[in-house]
């Protein structure tokens, strides 16, 4: 596809404007995925913007974005494509009400195909590709990943009953993955790579500053340090940028202007996952020696 950035400092500059901050590696990533015209998988912990990449690209594009959520049992027929069998069925009866037959090639054609996500990228026939998000693709069976090997690698899916099926432009195409399991070396093969750490400190200062506009900057700062704390803490699930900006939201619901003990303990479940991480943290309160900012 044509450059829509001249350079990966355009690509910051722009998602900026669209109220999500990245770093340079990020930026960087996102600009030859688009110049390479090759998929890009993120990696990183939940909650850093993985997906909010891919949505902030095409909003910035201004081309739709199409996504794919992965589960275990993820198939072809919910991810590619399948046939619309409630219509062949009335189409069969209706022939034989006329007495007419059907042959296979009367049934297994694009009037009866219905797209699905893979599909629906492939076929899209606007002036600008669209961002195709496979999201979570660590969810997916090992199976489903061979599904994807042709797409991924020549944009094209094949379609016994009618052919293959080839992208007149590239989608943009972004995976994330948690690393809940680890990916088919094929698959990494095919995909630009990029893993999203969590953001350094000035950076979650601003990305919560835009995030709850209405949030008292001495709070955002307190917040910022006390989760940078917490993480270290040997957590079950370490809350990321998603759950910071979900607590901030709620500690200005709750009128907080600074971390008092009471505040966070009423807000904590914005941030701790699991009753172990509850405890841990609200254990790092009431021990002096392991302070997390937070007055009483």
């Known amino acids: 596809m044509t450059p829509a950035f001249a350079d990966a400092d355009e690509v910051r500059r722009r ?29 990183g912990e939940p909650g850093v913007g993985k997906t909010t990449a891919a949505k902030a690209l095409a909003r910035v ?3 739709p974005l199409i996504r794919l959520q992965c589960y275990e049992g993820l198939t072809a027929s919910e991810a590619l494509y399948e046939w619309n069998y409630q219509r062949q069925l009335l189409a069969i009866r209706l022939a034989e009400s006329r007495r007419d037959s059907l042959a296979d090639a009367d049934l297994f054609s694009a009037e009866f195909l219905q797209e699905r996500p893979i599909l629906r990228a492939v076929r899209h ?7 195709l998000l496979i999201d979570e693709i660590d969810r997916a ?34 995976l994330t993955s948690n690393r809940s399991r680890d990916l088919h070396d094929a698959l990494r093969r095919r995909c630009l790579y990029h893993w999203i750490d969590f953001p350094e400190a000035e950076r979650a200062v601003e990305i919560l500053r835009r995030s709850v506009p ?22 079950d699930k370490a809350p990321g940028m998603a759950e910071t900006i979900d607590w901030v939201a709620a500690l200005s619901a709750v009128g907080a ?14 941030i ?22 937070a007055t009483a």
């Open 15 to 43: 998602l900026d404007e669209m109220d999500y901050l990245v770093d340079e590696g990020t930026a960087a990533a996102l600009f030859f995925a688009l110049v390479l015209d090759r998929p890009l998988l993120l990696e």
């Open 61 to 63: 594009l201004d081309t």
């Open 125 to 131: 026939d606007g002036p600008v590709p669209p961002v």
């Open 141 to 174: 069976d090992d199976e489903f990943e061979a599904l994807l090997f042709e797409f991924l690698g020549e944009s094209s899916i094949t379609i016994p009953e009618l052919g293959t099926f080839t992208a007149k432009r590239r989608p943009v195409v972004v």
């Open 214 to 235: 209405g949030a008292n900057e001495a709070l955002i700062r307190s917040v910022t340090e006390f989760i940078g704390r917490v993480r270290r803490f040997d957590l």
């Open 257 to 270: 202007t600074r971390l008092v003990r009471q505040d966070v303990v009423r807000t904590l479940s914005t």
């Open 272 to 293: 701790a996952k699991t009753p172990d991480d509850r405890d841990t943290i609200t254990g790092a309160l009431d021990d002096p020696g392991d302070a997390c900012g």
